[in-house]
């Protein structure tokens, strides 16, 4: 007999961003995908190609996602086709696709003697970004026909890059007990290993950073971590929390099954639990469908003109809820489920995507501060080199990438608004400009101080040259006659004052901070005569 609380099918898609250290330390732009796009034979990734460059591709579906952005959020997403001569300085998409389609289906033992769960795989995605050092894993996952309790634990352990504790059984804490990739033939590629308790301690010991499961880390192949053991030209660095994003699709056979408990757990992404029990207090989730839940096209009665779906957007979780006997609902073209993959999917990305960069834009200024030693020329010119390309890329990420605002369309625009009040993005936005800000000021004040010691030190030296140059003006008032020498002895005469006029100079620059400090004391009316020689004094006593 069918559970009451039924999911005929699900899709969820899992968003994980990394950040990929740069290939060249002198370049600003870092291109990885070019390096990721060679053909070679541990290589599964290839490029997608763009539907929007080809007449015969491009469906009206393609046509319904583009006209749901604003026109900056287009060129974004689709960069601006002018024939066939596309700059990427800023005609062409800054967004490039890698996939991979050797994995078919994730076998998933969601605890200790369970039955395997199938989930077959969509989509296995790699999104890089033009002069932002970061990848999005975008992993597109189907189930059909499976209890709500079934796909909520699917949703709640499956997308865990390493576990937070271990259980009593070994079982890595919130995570599968087991998760094998698998290939069309169903033979396994590769197999997790969260209960693996020694290798997870090794590597934070050593290495003071998480390490990911075995299978994720095959998943992002030939991709290795940057601190890892294995040899690889593109090396990433973690940047989330050991649970992906996710979005979910859900068509259920009667939503009006669902306990408000039921839309607070799949919100927040609970583990799924008996009954009406909340999962926090009354008190806590008192403002739930105010700051949750979006319910425009949210109804229990029996309005044909409505959707009846619900929107549950928290951040690092969207669930679109709605009933599967609509038909509009599971269409996967214009109806919701093709909003869902296309549109819902790009304002979820663009909203991570934001929030990846500004993460990765607060690490890598971290690191460079981090290296800074103020004493070592060597640390400086590495520091003002790091600054400035910092600075050149959160320009270009301000003014090419930064969106407040997507679309017109009140849907994806309040959606889109939700999402970003849950991830906060505007304070992280703004702590990393300052952040840029107070290094940039730092830079203008080094360069500041350094031109006025210049300054100083080309003021004493001149002060110091005024007497040589009145001496030796006076000199050449024909005072000795040496006009009817021979050329060679005026040529050594000329030799001998140039060379001592030189060291006078440079002798006079290497103790020009002390000699400053002598000019002081005699403009100060206050030194005695007495006190200002013995600073004369102190050139020569070091």
């Not at 995908?33 to 460059?53: I, K, M, T």
Request: charged share 25%.
């Amino acid at each position: 007999m069918r559970a009451e609380k039924h999911v005929r099918h699900m899709r969820q898609i899992l968003l994980w961003p990394v950040y990929l250290l740069p290939l060249d330390e002198d370049a600003p732009i870092q291109d990885h995908w070019e390096h990721l796009a060679r053909p070679s034979p541990g290589n599964p990734w290839s490029e997608v190609d763009d539907e929007f460059g080809d007449p015969n591709e491009f469906q009206e579906r393609h046509y319904n996602e583009f006209a749901t952005f604003l026109p900056p959020v287009q060129r974004f997403l689709y960069g601006q086709g002018i024939g066939h001569a596309v700059k990427r300085a800023y005609g062409e998409s800054p967004i490039r696709v890698m996939r991979r389609k050797d994995i078919s289906k994730a076998r998933v033992v969601l605890e200790k003697g369970d039955e395997p769960v199938i989930l077959d795989i969509v989509h296995c995605d790699l999104y890089f970004f033009f002069d932002i050092d970061i990848v999005i894993l975008a992993l597109e996952v189907a189930l059909d026909d499976a209890p709500l309790d079934l796909a909520q634990k699917v949703l709640f352990r499956f997308g865990r890059a390493y576990p937070a504790y271990w259980e009593g059984d070994g079982c890595g804490g919130h995570c599968p007990w087991k998760v094998e990739w698998l290939d069309d033939g169903g033979r396994v590629l590769a197999a997790s290993d969260y209960e693996n308790k020694e290798k997870f301690l090794t590597y934070v010991s050593k290495h003071r950073a998480a390490c990911v499961a075995s299978h994720w880390e095959y998943l992002f192949s030939p991709l290795v971590l940057y601190h890892s053991d294995k040899p690889g030209l593109l090396r990433y660095r973690q940047l989330e929390y050991y649970r992906m994003p996710y979005m979910v699709f859900l068509g259920l056979e009667d939503p009006n099954a669902l306990t408000r408990a039921d839309h607070i757990r799949l919100a927040l992404s609970n583990e799924p639990a008996g009954g009406a029990e909340l999962p926090y207090s009354e008190d806590y989730l008192g403002d739930f469908e105010e700051r949750y839940c979006y319910d425009r096209y949210f109804n229990t009665g029996t309005s044909e003109r409505l959707t009846g779906s619900r929107f549950l957007a928290a951040g690092n979780t969207l669930a679109v809820l709605g009933d599967s006997n609509d038909a509009f609902f599971l269409n996967p073209h214009g109806g919701m489920l093709g909003r869902f993959r296309h549109q819902h999917f790009l304002m979820f990305l663009i909203a991570h995507f934001q929030k990846a960069a500004l993460r990765m834009f607060s690490d890598r200024l971290v690191a460079a501060v981090s290296r800074l030693d103020v004493t070592d020329e060597r640390t400086n010119r590495i520091f003002k080199r790091d600054t400035r390309h910092a600075l050149e890329n959160f320009l270009r990420f301000a003014h090419r990438y930064w969106f407040l605002e997507i679309s017109n369309q009140a849907q994806t625009r309040e959606l889109f608004a939700m999402i970003r009040e849950h991830l906060n993005l505007d304070a992280l936005y703004a702590e990393v400009r300052e952040e840029l800000q107070d290094m940039g000021n730092f830079l203008d004040v080094e360069a500041m101080r350094k031109q006025n010691d210049t300054v100083v030190r080309l003021t004493v030296v001149t002060t110091f040259g005024l007497i040589g140059t009145v001496v030796t003006g006076f000199l050449g008032m024909n005072l000795i006659s040496w006009a009817d020498e021979p050329a060679w002895w005026r040529a050594g005469v000329f030799a001998c004052v140039f060379v001592f006029a030189a060291a006078l100079t440079l002798y006079t620059v290497t103790k020009s901070r002390r000699l400053s400090d002598f000019l002081d004391a005699l403009s100060d009316d206050g030194t005695s005569w007495k006190e200002a020689f013995r600073i004369l004094g102190r050139v020569w006593r070091g």
